[in-house]
């Protein structure tokens, strides 16, 4: 895969945007878009844990089941989910059924419940000040970084599960914590 893809419309993307049909809106209108809001970060959180092991592409995929399994990612409503919720989660073909993440994305609900300011305001607390060089190429992008490996150490001692620095690093690079668009790709012309 080529560091930068140029479409059939005439623009260059980060080339992983080109490896699936579902890559390209996510590339040009999420991926690296600041995102807030306890609720929608909650699903964030919750789909990067999902896709611990597997491929992103599995889990965009799968996300409209996703978010009609789980309530719209609502913080309230997963968190008063229960034992029998779990099972229906179990037999839901839709999603990734994975007993330990499913029950991770209830425990995590319920914590982000109780987190002082919200899980919102705790998570950007970790985005590093904007103004680092825009990578390169691919080989510029880190899977982790000092502030995802804090932001998963303050995490994991809150008691969130499934929130490893790699996965924070996704996280911050999903929701635009981190702007990792490669330079010359057209999202990151309209961001200069």
């Known amino acids: 895969m080529s560091d930068l893809i140029v479409g059939d419309d005439g623009l260059a993307r980060c080339g992983w945007a080109a490896s699936a049909p579902e890559y390209r809106a996510y590339h040009d209108e999420e991926w690296g878009t600041p995102l807030r809001g ?3 970060l909650f699903e964030r959180v919750s789909l990067e844990a999902f896709q611990s092991g597997l491929s992103w592409i599995t889990i965009l995929r799968k996300r409209p089941a996703f978010r009609t399994a789980f309530a719209g990612f609502k913080l309230e409503a997963v968190a008063a989910f229960g034992l029998a919720d779990v099972e229906r989660l179990l037999g839901d073909a839709g999603i990734v059924r994975n007993r330990s993440k499913i029950e991770a ?14 899980l919102s305001d705790l998570l950007w607390s970790y985005a590093p000040e904007p103004g680092r060089p825009r990578p ?3 080989a510029d992008v880190p899977a982790t970084s000092d502030a995802s490996v804090a932001m998963a150490k303050d995490l ?3 008691g969130l599960r ?5 996965t924070a690093y996704a996280l911050m ?3 635009g914590m981190v702007d990792d668009h490669l330079a010359g790709c057209h999202v990151a012309a309209k961001r200069l």
């Open 162 to 166: 499934f929130v490893g620095p790699t």
């Open 156 to 158: 994991k001692k809150r």
């Open 136 to 138: 390169a190429s691919r």
């Open 173 to 175: 690079q999903a929701t």
């Open 105 to 118: 994305t209830l425990h995590n609900a319920r914590l982000a419940l109780e987190l002082p300011g919200g």
């Open 38 to 40: 306890d609720d929608a």
